[in-house]
């Protein structure tokens, strides 16, 4: 509220309890009058006591005005806040993450998956991609990797695989329009992958 309308809204509550105390009164000569007076004594009690609410709201109208306080802009109205932008969502889940340096890390997950894609002519499922990774990674899986997220269902390491696949699509290694569940390796992964192996036979560092 702005200062200037204060004095009106003292002015209208005064003006309220004007017109309640007479009807307040009313009241209680009828309950005279009927012999009812104990009724009629509690209600000029009340009748009473606005009239000394009243005196008291007089005095903090005078008050406020001998204030002068200066006046103030209306209140802006608020906008509404902006929704948050949706954050991507992966179609697997982010399920019990631990430490990693324990786990293996996804990103060794990255040849091993092309390399499965290649020898299955160049796209598969999920579940058979599973099936060929838990061949390729017997030797390299740790308990971590082969422990249970927090549901009780999930695997570590096949979450861990999901996780990987983004990586890859980022690097454009695999296909980002390929259909849902199917994971088909693109040129540029071929080629990386037929660059890690040659590196790796040949025993240069591996970048």
């Given amino acids: 509220m702005i200062n200037k309308e204060v004095v009106p ?84 889940t982010d399920l019990g993450r631990i430490d990693s340096g324990l786990r293996t890390k996804n990103s060794d997950f990255h040849m091993p998956i092309l390399r499965a894609l290649v020898n299955r002519g160049g796209s598969m499922q999920f579940a058979d991609l599973i099936v060929i990774l838990s061949h390729y990674l017997k030797d390299k899986l ?22 990987a696949k983004s990586k890859l699509i980022d690097a454009g290694y695999i296909s980002s329009t390929a259909p849902k569940g199917t994971w088909q390796i693109t040129l540029a992964g071929r080629q990386a992958l037929e660059n890690y192996e040659r590196q790796q036979a040949s025993g240069l560092p591996l970048n």
């Fill in 9 to 92: 809204a003292f002015d209208m509550l005064l003006e309220e309890l004007e017109r309640i105390i007479p009807d307040l009164n009313a009241q209680g000569k009828d309950l005279l009058d009927q012999k009812q007076y104990a009724q009629a004594h509690e209600l000029i009690n009340k009748a009473q006591s606005v009239v000394t609410f009243q005196t008291k709201v007089a005095a903090l109208r005078d008050e406020w005005v001998r204030m002068q306080v200066p006046a103030t802009k209306p209140p802006q109205a608020k906008q509404a806040p902006k929704p948050p932008k949706a954050k991507r969502t992966s179609r697997r």
């Fill in 142 to 163: 740790n308990q971590y990797d082969l422990g249970l997220l927090p549901d009780g269902k999930t695997v570590r390491w096949e979450n861990n695989v999901g996780w």
